[in-house]
C-alpha cells in the first residue's frame, strides 16, 4: 500500500518492518498473515472503521491482511460446522498467523456480535489447533469517555484461546468525533496508538511465529502423549 493511503502518518517516521531484525530461523518468509474481526454490524461501524485502518497499516508494514464480515453468522450453536459463515471464519483463523480483535463496548463489555465471532473458533480441530501461538492484538471503540472493559474482555478471551496478546493495545474514544464522513480516522493521538499496535503486532509475528512449536511444546501434552503410547504398547494380545 503506498504511503499516499496513509495521509495521517508523518514521513519517514514508518516503514515496513524488517524481518531480519525479528525473524526466527526457522522464519517460513512469508508475508505474515494477519486477521481482523470487529464487532458492529452498523452501516456506520466505528469497530469496522478502526479495523479497516488497522488493515491499511498492516499492508503497508508488509502483512497479508483479510478481514472477516460477520453479517450472516450464526449464533453459536444455532447451526453446524458446515455452515458456510462458519467454515469461512475457520479457514481464516486457520490460515492466520496473527490478529486484530475490534470491539465497540456495549453496557460495559463487548458486543455480543465480537464475542459469538471468537466463540465459533474452536481450541481445536482433529489435530489442529487454530489459535494456539499466534499473536494477537486487541482495540475497542467508545462511544463516551475512554475505557477499557472490553480489551481486558479481549485479552482474557486470547490468553484462553492460547493466543500471544501483545503488551500494546488502542481504546478510541468518543469514536463518533474522530472519523470523517468516508470513515476514514482524523489524526489523533488515538490514530498514532493503532499505528504502535500494528507495528508491535508485525513485530511479535515475526518473533513468535517461526518458534510456535517450541513455545507451544507443554510438559503435560508430553506426558500425555507418552502415557497413550505406552498403554498402546502393552496391550496384551488377545
Known amino acids: 500500500m503506498p504511503l499516499s493511503d496513509l ?31 470487529y464487532g458492529s454490524l452498523r452501516e456506520r461501524s466505528y469497530s469496522r472503521f478502526a479495523a479497516e485502518e488497522a488493515g491499511r497499516l498492516l499492508t503497508f508494514l508488509g502483512c497479508a491482511v483479510k478481514t472477516f ?13 458446515d455452515d458456510p459463515k462458519v467454515a469461512e471464519l475457520r479457514d481464516l483463523a486457520t490460515w492466520s498467523e496473527g490478529m486484530v480483535w475490534v470491539s465497540p463496548e456495549r ?21 489442529v489447533r487454530p489459535t494456539q501461538g499466534k499473536t494477537l492484538a486487541v482495540m475497542q471503540v467508545c462511544g ?19 493466543m500471544v496478546t501483545i503488551p500494546n493495545q488502542s481504546s478510541v ?3 463518533f468525533a474522530e472519523f470523517d464522513e468516508a470513515g476514514r480516522m482524523k489524526p489523533s493521538a488515538y490514530y498514532a496508538r493503532i499505528v504502535d499496535v500494528c507495528e508491535e503486532l508485525v513485530k511479535f509475528t515475526y518473533m513468535t511465529r517461526g518458534r510456535s512449536a517450541a513455545l507451544t511444546d507443554r510438559y503435560s501434552e508430553r506426558v500425555e502423549t507418552a502415557a497413550e503410547l505406552s498403554k498402546r504398547v502393552n496391550q496384551r494380545a488377545i
Open 107 to 127: 453496557h460495559g463489555a463487548m458486543t455480543g456480535i465480537m464475542k459469538a465471532q471468537i466463540d465459533w473458533i474452536p481450541l481445536s480441530q482433529g489435530a
Open 69 to 81: 464480515d460477520p453479517r450472516g453468522l450464526p449464533l453459536p450453536d444455532a447451526a453446524g460446522a
Open 7 to 37: 495521509p495521517n502518518l508523518v514521513e519517514g517516521a514508518l516503514a515496513p518492518v524488517d524481518p531480519a531484525l525479528y525473524g526466527a530461523p526457522g522464519d517460513p518468509g512469508h508475508a505474515p498473515r494477519m486477521l481482523i474481526l
Open 144 to 162: 463516551g469517555s475512554q475505557s477499557f472493559n472490553a480489551v481486558n474482555q479481549l485479552r482474557i478471551l486470547g490468553r484462553w484461546m492460547r
Open 173 to 175: 474514544a468518543k469514536a
